[in-house]
């Protein structure tokens, strides 16, 4: 399979994970970009918001996971992809790029493997809580941007009336 179909079932896999049953309560955004015009721009695949509830406390509580979707150890050992701006941090790739680059993954990332068949997301390394240097509402709007990107691209229309 090639590094680009990989990629993508990787991606399909994780959105199936991240929301089973795409419900409208999760809050997730894909391609996430930080700092867009200058020359340390930052995009993370995926990006997930919990809160524990949405009252105001809630949402200022809440905890961000990021997601960076790794189809080789090539792509592992590339500069690219390694933005890890949340609470909680995993990477995401086939168990032979996992076995390939373990001794390599830095201390508090968690990792998620897909199967062979491409059919099940499964946590082999969870991952502990960092401080993150962004605010919650910095984090939030910029979900917020990337998921409207991905409507507009989803009801066909690149103007925003």
Known sequence: ????????????????????????????????????????????????FKPPNTTI?????????????????EDFHSKHGHNFIGDYNYYVMPEAVYLAVKKEIPFGTGVYVADNAFTHLECVQAARRKNRNRSNLELLFMMYRSAL???????GSDKRD
């Open 57 to 73: 406390s809630g949402l200022e509580r809440g905890d961000f996971f990021c997601y960076e979707v790794k189809s080789s150890a």
């Open 149 to 155: 990107r991905d409507l507009y691209k989803f009801k």
């Open 1 to 48: 399979m090639w590094r680009k179909e990989i990629t993508k079932k990787l991606s399909e896999l994780l959105e199936r994970h991240l929301n089973p049953s795409n419900d409208s309560r999760i809050y997730t955004a894909k391609e996430v970009t930080f700092d867009y015009s200058s020359v340390d721009r930052v995009r993370v695949d995926y990006m997930q």
